[in-house]
């Protein structure tokens, strides 16, 4: 082919230009049409959650009978009968709510002081690279492993359970947090400055919601972190004053070998997980940075 | 001739990055008249947005002084609104009306009722009152541009502050914005100080247009673009002023083929 530029413009002349209407588009049918039933009950999410949940339980139940020793793995059947039976004589209530306020009081305090480390962090860049390094240290640090000097230090009841709590929320928020502040976009920081906006207001109505997406996750692995720490601190140091917690009870049931009591105090475990994790945080979600379009 | 409104004298400004101390302008003097859409002209790297960020309060001059009404600048404030190029200045957090009433809300400047009506209108002047409810993610770049404007707007500061808000806009949208802008103007003659790399821009929407040198920015001229508007792009008294802009700014390296691009889209 010949490479003369004469002969391309001379192309794209020769050939006709044209105008039209636009054609009617009603032959596709609806622009816009509403999924089939079949197809939103595939595409939903909770009936996809629930599909997995089923299938566990199925392959769960089927193996147990299959292995038929209750001692070392009871069954779906039984488990769920020892729970509801621990449930409505009372027991399992008792101890999930001992829990669940050792957890609140040790999860509360942690945020509390997770909003006062990273107020003096952001204050200052000195406080930053300090909050930076103590989170660098401690975080990688097991709560577990605190154990032992948290009973030397507050002896054998909630105060140490709750030391344990805080170190591992405080670390987790604070490191989230601190990580959403900075990377806020600098020009929202100047749209905040620029109406006049100083100290625990700008903090308050710009940094925060800004960086609400690594808070709220950062929310999420502090609760995680303080749920496993609690219920593993409850077994290697049992009862406290006269009721124990969940983890107290699933050291009981070991004890008895009563293997199906052990079954329904990890399944209170995650059934309490679940419900936090995809009930509570889940509507938090919902409600702020999905709607913002801050995180899909 | 209208009251001064903006006086910048002899600035210097400089700031700092991990390696460098750079001057970004070199004593730049000039005025911003009542009602002046006053655009500060320059190729990139000349200082012009550091200028912006100066006059908003952001960054103290090292020698010179900004006054605006007589009152020296020290802070950033709401006598001063600005709006950015980049989308993140809203609020993802809060819909299209309540990012225009909450400067309002912050500064108290308006009572309740006021500051809830004049969001009203803010919104309908720039066309997005059938958005009102919907949250910055929904919306388009030059939909989140117009909510911007109206924000600043809503707020009647002494001065606008643009710091080339178009320029991350698309051709097509970027032009209707242009006009949109010198239509609340014809309507509200507020004071704008608009900072641009765009020639054409400048002329279009300005009615004073400041060209600074590159690197660092000082003053080159000082000119009247207020009869040149859309209504004569194509005349020659556009080209010309275009053509005279350019030899400001690029003249001494003319010699330079395809260094002008940049400057003239």
Redesign the interface.
């Known amino acids: 082919m010949n490479e003369d530029p004469h002969s391309k413009i001379a192309s794209a002349a020769g050939r006709p230009e044209f105008e039209i209407e636009p054609s009617d588009a009603i032959s596709i049918g609806d622009v816009e049409r509403p999924l089939s039933l079949v197809e939103r009950v595939v595409y939903n999410e909770s009936v996809q959650r629930l599909t997995v949940l089923v299938v566990l339980i199925a392959v769960w139940e089927l193996y147990a009978r299959w292995l038929s020793n209750s001692l070392l793995f009871p069954t779906f059947s039984e488990t769920v009968r020892t729970f509801w039976g621990d449930i409505s004589n009372g027991v399992l209530i008792d101890r999930t709510f001992t829990s669940l306020r050792t957890l609140a009081l040790g999860y509360g305090l942690g945020l509390a002081l997770a909003a006062l480390f990273t107020t003096f962090a952001v204050a200052s860049g000195v406080g930053t690279r300090i909050l930076s390094t103590l989170t660098a240290m401690f975080n990688p640090l097991p709560a577990i492993a605190l154990l032992p000097l948290a009973l030397i230090w507050f002896g054998l009841g909630t105060p140490s359970l709750v030391f344990v709590i805080i170190h591992s929320v405080l670390w987790a928020v604070a490191l989230n947090t601190l990580s959403g502040f900075r990377s806020v ?1 600098e ?2 920081r ?2 905040g ?5 100083k100290g625990a ?1 700008y903090v308050g ?2 940094l925060i ?2 960086a ?1 997406p690594s808070i709220l996750a950062g929310l999420k692995i502090g609760w995680a972190f303080a749920w496993r720490t609690l219920v593993a601190a409850e077994l290697v140091f049992g009862v406290s004053s006269r009721s124990g917690g969940i983890g107290w009870y699933i050291f009981e049931a070991r004890n008895d070998l009563d293997t199906a009591t052990v079954f329904s105090g990890l399944l209170t475990v995650i059934l309490i997980g679940l419900f936090v994790e995809s009930v509570i945080f889940r509507a938090l979600e919902a409600r ?1 940075v999905n ?4 995180q899909r | 001739m209208p009251p001064v409104l903006l006086e910048v004298n002899g600035v210097t400004l400089q700031y700092k990055t991990p390696r460098h101390l750079v001057t970004a302008t070199y004593q730049v003097d000039f005025s911003v008249h009542q009602g002046d859409r006053y655009i500060i002209l320059g190729p990139s790297g000349c200082g012009k947005s550091t200028l912006l960020k100066a006059v ?1 309060g ?1 960054m103290p001059p090292v020698e010179g002084s900004i006054r605006i009404r007589g009152r020296e600048v020290d802070a ?3 006598d ?3 709006v ?1 190029q ?1 989308f ?2 809203l ?3 809060k819909t299209v009306y309540q990012n225009v009433l ?2 309002m809300k ?2 108290r400047k308006f009572t309740r009722a006021e500051a809830l009506a004049r969001t009203e209108t803010a919104i309908e002047k720039v066309k997005l009152t059938k958005f009102r409810d919907v ?4 919306l388009s770049g030059g939909m989140k541009m117009r909510v911007a404007i109206a924000r600043a707007m809503a ?1 009647e500061p002494d001065i606008l502050l643009m710091d080339e808000p178009f320029a991350a806009l698309d051709a097509i949208t970027r032009r209707a914005m242009q006009q949109d802008l010198l239509a609340l103007w014809d309507q509200l003659h507020f004071t704008v100080l608009f900072v641009t790399h765009s020639i054409q821009e400048a002329i279009l929407v300005g009615s004073r247009i400041l060209v600074l040198s590159p690197h660092p920015g000082r003053v080159r001229a000082e000119l009247d673009a207020s009869k040149l508007d859309f209504s004569n792009v194509d005349m020659p008294e556009f080209g010309a002023m275009s053509k005279r802009i350019h030899n400001l700014l690029f003249g001494d390296e003319h010699h330079r083929a395809g260094s002008h691009k940049e400057a003239t889209h």
Not at chain 1, 193 to 197: E, T
């Open positions: 976009p020009t929202l100047m749209s400055r620029n109406i006049g906006l207001r109505l710009i919601p800004a609400f702020t709607l913002w379009g801050m | 908003g952001f950033p404030g709401p001063r609104m600005m950015f980049e993140e200045q609020m993802p957090w909450f400067p912050v500064t949250y910055p993610h929904m707020l």
